[in-house]
């Protein structure tokens, strides 16, 4: 089989990107409790460009075949895994194994989303992080049943998904972004409440809105000095959870009276853990109904563009240059 890989880490991500390089190996064989699929595609998603730098919270040995997740069919399937055999499958896969950037790869079976036959292996492909992230953030909105919520950030796939959910809910959603083109696009999908970071007033905007909201969580991908600027504004009483480091910094700038005089709290939210909490029986149901969403058309990822092994340098550099114009998807085929 072929599969892409990262000779080493390089923080200059496109040094990382061009670094890329495409290598035979062996198919591997399932373990007890895992499958092999022969992936059709695997996204690019921040996660992974993070991983390129070395920047991420999941180091593998060098050489190593990056890619987090993936779509495609389950064509072998080890001992404890066998009803598996033969399904499409949406798969996450963080171990120091092989990545998804590969023409097969070997993953437990519970990282596996079994897919209806209707669903479109492209969307697939980017299935099993970021409708569930989103779900899984919507989950702590519900459980802390506030009117509102803030998220940065707010061009990305993962924000794209909250605010559907969020509109279903009746959930009101303040979105802050970096570009004033951004603003534009989300305005014209219907996105009410969008602040921008640069603007001189921004800090003044956000503490306003979000106590006439009522709006006592806040997303966080982006941390570094931002996450200090988003806890030091939001209520009395409000949760910033951070679920990113776009900005590859520590949280910092945090007014401490804050958390110690208005019962301010940071928190973290991981998919893994989130997922180890469900039982399997409500994991399924949650998803059924993102699938059915999907298939519907009403939930959609964005894909900018396609790539091939042999041009991953190439199509992956042209995706850091407008990341917010959607994923790039690799494809063996």
């Known amino acids: 089989m072929k599969k892409i890989v990262l000779p080493e880490y390089n923080t200059n991500v496109l040094r990382a990107v061009l670094s890329l390089r495409v290598e035979e190996a062996p198919i591997p064989k399932p373990k007890e409790n895992q499958v092999l699929i022969k992936v059709h595609a695997a996204p690019c998603n921040p996660s992974d460009i993070a991983f390129l730098t070395g920047g991420y919270n999941v180091v593998k040995n060098v050489p190593a075949v990056p890619g987090f997740e993936g779509s495609g069919i389950v064509t072998e399937a080890g001992e404890g895994a066998e009803e598996y055999f033969g399904k499409k499958v949406s798969f996450f896969t963080q171990q120091n194994e092989d990545g998804s950037w590969a023409e097969y790869v070997c993953t437990h079976k519970s990282d596996l989303v079994v897919l209806d036959d209707k ?5 697939a492909a980017c299935f099993a992080i970021n409708p569930f992230t989103a779900r899984g953030l919507l989950d702590i909105a519900l459980l802390q049943n506030t009117p509102a919520i803030i998220q940065n950030a707010a061009g990305s796939q993962v924000t794209h998904f909250i605010r559907l959910m969020a509109s279903e809910l009746d959930v009101k959603v303040i979105d802050i972004v970096r570009k004033e083109e951004t603003a534009k696009k989300l305005k014209k999908q219907g996105a009410q409440h969008i602040l ?3 603007d001189p007033d921004f800090d003044m905007k956000l503490k306003k809105l979000s106590l006439k909201l009522d709006a006592r ?5 982006v941390a570094g000095s931002f996450a200090g600027r988003l806890i030091n504004a939001i209520p009395e009483g409000s949760e910033l959870v951070v679920y990113g480091g776009l900005s590859n910094k520590p949280v910092s700038d945090v007014n401490p009276l804050g958390l110690i005089f208005h019962d301010k709290v940071i928190s973290g939210f991981n998919l893994g853990s989130w997922r180890q909490l469900l039982d399997d029986e409500y994991f399924e149901e949650i998803s059924k109904e993102l699938q059915e969403h999907f298939i519907s058309g009403a939930y959609q990822t964005t894909i900018q563009g396609k790539t091939s092994f042999d041009e991953v340098s ?3 550099s042209a995706y850091l240059k407008n990341m917010s114009e959607g994923k790039m998807l690799i494809s063996p085929e």
């Open 119 to 123: 669903m479109d292996m492209d969307q």
């Open 196 to 198: 921008l970071e640069d």
């Open 217 to 221: 969580l806040a997303f966080d991908a």
């Open 314 to 316: 190439k199509g992956l």
